[in-house]
Nanobody, 124 residues
Framework: VQLQASGGGLVQRGESLTLSCAAS?????????MGWFRQAPGKLREFVAA????????YYADAVKGRFTISRDNAKSTVYLRMDKLTPGDTAIYYC?????????????????WGQGTLVTVSS
């Protein structure tokens, strides 16, 4: 599974941004649990959001709940992260990740495949 994240950039506090992650895989994309993580300067990588294979269930870190929305378009083999009401605390490199087909989704970081990351910078 190869993952290509895009959509990062520089935005101001309160603005919105949508990240995309396109997957290239021989697996059926709908069978892959997907997730987003982020790593801020000087900090460890942290879980942001996840979506179950098939797209039925979603999970969010407390820090982004109510502001971020994860979704997927299985026909396009793409997962999205819509980020609203951004704050400087959301500044980080955002990574998308995938698990092996039909694995359980959740809040953990036990993903099998990782993309290269896209930088999001929120100015005050």
């Amino acid at each position: 599974v190869q993952l290509q994240a895009s959509g990062g950039g520089l935005v101001q506090r309160g603005e919105s941004l949508t990240l995309s992650c396109a997957a290239s895989t021989t697996y059926r994309f709908s069978s892959l649990p997907m997730g987003w993580f982020r790593q801020a300067p000087g900090k460890l990588r942290e879980f942001v959001a996840a979506i179950a294979w098939g797209g039925g269930q979603t999970y969010y870190a407390d820090a982004v709940k109510g502001r971020f929305t994860i979704s997927r378009d299985n026909a396009k083999s793409t997962v999205y992260l819509r980020m609203d009401k951004l704050t400087p605390g959301d500044t980080a490199i955002y990574y998308c990740a995938a698990k092996e087909p039909y694995k359980a989704s959740g809040y953990g970081s036990d993903f099998d495949y990782w993309g290269q990351g896209t930088l999001v910078t929120v100015s005050s």
